[in-house]
T-cell receptor, first 110, second 114 residues
């Protein structure tokens, strides 16, 4: 069974820092990997989708990489802002199933 | 940008009652899903639905749960006799295809069972 792990569980940084969130998965036979943002009590907002044949995707200050062979993905956030404070989830798609990590709770201090 | 919508946003019910959670997926999407997130826990897959039938379901999706696409736009999750442990946020999602297109999630319905 696919297991998705995210490290760290929580992160607190001052505004302006660049930061890296990590995601690892146990089975490399994935269709794609998706990073989401979740604000408290809210839904899931898709940030980036990396297909299994791709190595990275970029959107604004966000860059996500994927190394299928090692079962790892990283989400890089440049020049963090207080508005980036949220929980960041990664999920891998295997067939019809989507396996989520527990998330990294990010707090960016002004 | 097209969105997945869900109603209601919050549902409170008594244990043993039936609830129906509603979702309107994106109109040209063909695959539909339900997930749940118990407070403080991971988002968990419940069921996937394609071509008017369940294509895959998890161990959580037992006989108390059912899904339906009653018309061309709605996708519903029914819980026949709710239990306290069914209290969670329920997310609907849809996708255009398997694999490369990813999933679009709705805002969720918070179900509270008293």
């Amino acid at each position: 069974k696919q297991e998705v792990t995210q490290i760290p569980a929580a992160l607190s940084v001052p505004e302006g820092e660049n930061l890296v969130l990590n995601c690892s998965f146990t089975d490399s036979a994935i269709y794609n990997l998706q990073w989401f943002r979740q604000d408290p009590g809210k839904g899931l907002t898709s940030l980036l989708l990396i297909q299994s044949s791709q190595r990275e995707q970029t959107s604004g200050r966000l860059n996500a990489s994927l190394d299928k062979s090692s079962g790892r993905s990283t989400l890089y956030i440049a020049a963090s802002q207080p508005g980036d404070s949220a929980t960041y989830l990664c999920a891998v798609e295997v067939g019809d199933k989507f396996y989520f990590g527990s998330g990294t709770k990010l707090n960016v201090k002004p | 940008e097209p969105e997945v919508t869900q109603t209601p946003s919050h549902q409170v019910t008594q244990m043993g009652q039936e609830v129906i959670l509603r979702c309107v997926p994106i109109s040209n999407h063909l695959y539909f899903y339900w997930y749940r997130q118990i407070l403080g826990q991971k988002v968990e897959f419940l069921v996937s639905f394609y071509n008017n039938e369940i294509s895959e379901k998890s161990e959580i999706f037992d006989d108390q749960f059912s899904v339906e696409r009653p018309d061309g736009s709605n996708f519903t999750l029914k819980i026949r006799s709710t239990k306290l442990e069914d209290s969670a946020m329920y997310f609907c999602a849809s996708s255009e295809a398997r694999g490369p297109t990813g999933r679009v999630f709705g805002p969720g319905t918070r179900l509270t069972v008293l």
